[in-house]
């Protein structure tokens, strides 16, 4: 008989989501006229931008014509958008790179959990708490860890602690690790990184020969200046960071998916016999092998994002997203509850009322506001006693929600 990955099986009940998912399908069979209002899973609601929908298009018409068909594209995406995100997302950070540091993909989360391809199963992975769950779950599944504990930590995994206490931004590791996941704006906190926060990031790595896994795929919702959008905009983090961002939330690709991995040419790691190896080189090969390309209409509409038109409109669509991620955070804030995040991020943190759990949070909420958040638990131990709500609702919703949950707590 054919044996399973028995990793699998070290893993917690379900996915975070899927539960959420679950319960709320119970509720709403139970309740078939309660009006659900869905602020949890970071799913956008706002159409693509004109420019882009019509890119998306002229892309599927040069698929009707024999000169202009498209069949396999190179692996490691189209010239057309490379160019644009040297040129349009990165240079005007000072930063810039080789068209082949740049890798396009159809998501930052399947490149979050398969860049674990190209890392050998003995390296020391630390991941903050709380974290998107994926980081966690993707290193089960590989093998690199043991069972989890009674609170859900995993033996052979550093966890980082994100608290209130130290503002939501982890410690440097007292020991040495050799790859560290950092996500900013941090998913779910909202919480973002300084210049020198960073810093001290890349300097560490720089010092113990460790790698960097830095999700930025929220940057486009920074607001506050001075806050960076890269951490190649720190020096040194070329020899020390991979970066992935993501078309799914700062363009509204959730559906159609698209993103983007950058492992500059200087980054190295240590093969088994001690000698240095190109990771750049390593990852071509392992998406060369194992990834075929994302369509050519998709890339079509990824680079109108950067157009002068495309982004104008795109941007218009990010600031509505924040707004309501200001409405979210000044009206509970009115109800009286503690809330973290919505600044430059489109996600609110809140600390549930009367030492209330997440998850007994959260089944108030749906019974009693019928509003779906994502409980703070469910993101790691340090999560407990949080919530996350999300701004990616459409307006009439987050007003609604709001006004109920404000009701509630009253």
């Given amino acids: 008989m054919a044996r399973l990955n028995d990793n699998y099986l070290k893993l917690k009940a379900g996915y975070l989501f899927p539960e959420i998912g679950r319960r709320v399908k119970v509720f709403s069979e139970a309740n078939p006229e309660a009006k659900i209002i869905r602020l949890g899973i970071g799913d956008v609601t706002q159409p693509l931008a004109p420019a882009v929908l019509k890119a998306f298009h002229d892309g599927v018409d040069d698929l009707a014509n024999t000169d202009d068909f498209k069949g396999y594209g190179p692996e490691q995406g189209y010239e057309f958008l ?109 919480a973002v990184a300084t210049r020198e926060d960073l810093k001290k990031w890349v300097d560490y790595a720089l010092a113990n020969d460790a790698v960097i896994f830095f999700d930025a795929a929220y940057e486009a919702f920074i607001t506050e200046p001075g806050i960076p959008h890269s951490i190649y905009e720190i020096e040194g983090a070329k020899r020390c960071a991979i970066e992935f961002r993501s078309f799914s939330k700062t363009a509204g690709f959730t559906g159609v998916r698209c993103a983007l991995t950058v492992i500059p040419e200087e980054l190295m790691a240590e093969t088994g016999n001690g000698e240095k190896s190109s990771l750049n080189k390593l990852w071509n090969r392992r998406q060369s092998t194992k990834f075929n390309g994302v369509s050519y209409p998709v890339q079509k509409a990824a680079a109108a994002v950067y157009s002068e038109e495309g982004w104008t409109q795109v941007k218009e669509t990010i600031d509505y997203y924040m707004e309501n991620a200001r409405l979210i955070r000044e009206g509970l804030e009115a109800a009286g509850l503690t809330v973290y995040g919505g600044v430059n991020a489109p996600y609110i943190w809140l600390k549930t009322p009367n030492g209330m759990s997440s998850w007994d949070f959260f089944d108030k909420l749906l019974s009693e506001c019928h509003v779906v958040g994502t409980p703070g638990s469910g993101f790691g131990p340090s999560g407990e006693g949080f919530y996350r709500l999300s701004a990616f609702g459409g307006r009439e919703n987050v007003l609604e929600a709001i006004d109920r949950i404000k009701k509630n707590l009253a």
């Fill in 82 to 190: 490379i160019d644009a995100l040297i040129e349009k997302a990165y240079k005007p950070l000072g930063v810039e790179l080789k068209k082949s540091e740049i890798f396009v993909s159809d998501g930052s989360k399947c490149d979050c959990a398969n860049i674990l391809d190209i890392f050998a199963l003995d390296n020391k992975v630390a991941i903050c708490d709380p974290v998107y769950p994926v980081y966690n779950d993707t290193n089960v599944m590989v093998g690199r860890t043991g069972e989890a504990d009674d609170k859900g930590y995993y033996e052979g995994l550093t966890y980082l602690a994100c608290t209130e206490d130290n503002h939501f931004t982890p410690a440097i590791p007292d020991k040495k690790v050799d790859i560290v996941y950092l996500c900013y704006p941090n998913n779910p906190t909202g």
